[in-house]
């Protein structure tokens, strides 16, 4: 089975500054990966997701991941944060052999403090 | 278009008691997931559904777990004889079939409180 780390629990940041949410994950196999976000009293919906092709993926609300394949990681940039994304973050991996299931991380609190 | 629903919001109940989460997937998605999210954790992945067959249902914590899917649409995820340890936000997903490259689209969620 996968397993989905997010080393840091919270991230407190000011505005305007950049961030970086780190994910890393387990399998050396072909995976999928996905960063969703949680405002909040609201469901997730996805930012980001790497299927193939270009190793920097480019999502909504201007932030983008990077797939690095040999440190097994997907992490998730800003070059600057606005009060509004403070929410929390998940990142997600699924086997692309096996479509049935995704592996979520515990989630990144991100506070963007004024 | 609606998004996925799902009730109630909140549920508070005794333990020992049974319960019954519904879900309302996107009309014409044909895959819908369940999830666990406990305080701290991670979203654990529960069961899912494709079409109305549940292929899968090693994700189920215990066997006072089940879940189904009727009609291809709504699904009901039921506890019997709740625990304390149950309480949780459950979620649901749907996306537009079983497979690992597809978006998954949430509801908001029913916390569930076993007193």
């Known amino acids: 089975a996968q397993s989905v780390t997010q080393l840091d629990s919270q991230v407190p940041v000011f505005e305007e500054a950049p961030v970086e949410l780190r994910c890393n994950y387990s399998s050396s196999v072909s995976v999928y990966l996905f960063w969703y976000v949680q405002y909040p009293n609201q469901g997730l919906q996805l930012l980001l997701k790497y299927l193939s092709g270009s190793t920097l993926v480019k999502g909504i609300n201007g932030f983008e991941a990077e797939f690095n394949k040999s440190q097994t990681s997907f992490h998730l940039r800003k070059p600057s944060v606005h009060i509004s994304d403070t929410a929390e973050y998940f990142c997600?991996?699924?086997?692309?052999?096996?479509?049935?299931?995704?592996?979520f991380g515990t989630g990144t609190s991100l506070t963007v403090i004024p | 278009g609606a998004g996925v629903s799902q009730s109630p919001s909140n549920k508070v109940t005794e333990k020992g008691k049974d319960v019954e989460l519904r879900c309302d997937p996107i009309?014409?998605?044909?895959?819908l997931y369940w999830y666990r999210q406990s305080l701290g954790q991670g979203l654990e992945f529960l069961i899912y559904f494709q079409g109305n067959s549940a292929p899968d249902k090693s994700g189920l914590p215990s066997d006072r777990f089940s879940a189904e899917r009727t009609g291809g649409s709504v699904s009901t995820l039921t506890i019997q004889r709740t625990q304390q340890e149950d309480s949780a936000v459950y979620l649901c997903a749907s996306s537009f079939e079983v497979n690992a490259y597809n978006e998954q689209f949430f509801g908001p969620g029913t916390r569930l409180t076993v007193l």
């Open positions: 009309s014409g998605h044909t895959a």
């Open positions: 997600a991996v699924s086997d692309t052999f096996a479509g049935n299931q995704f592996y």
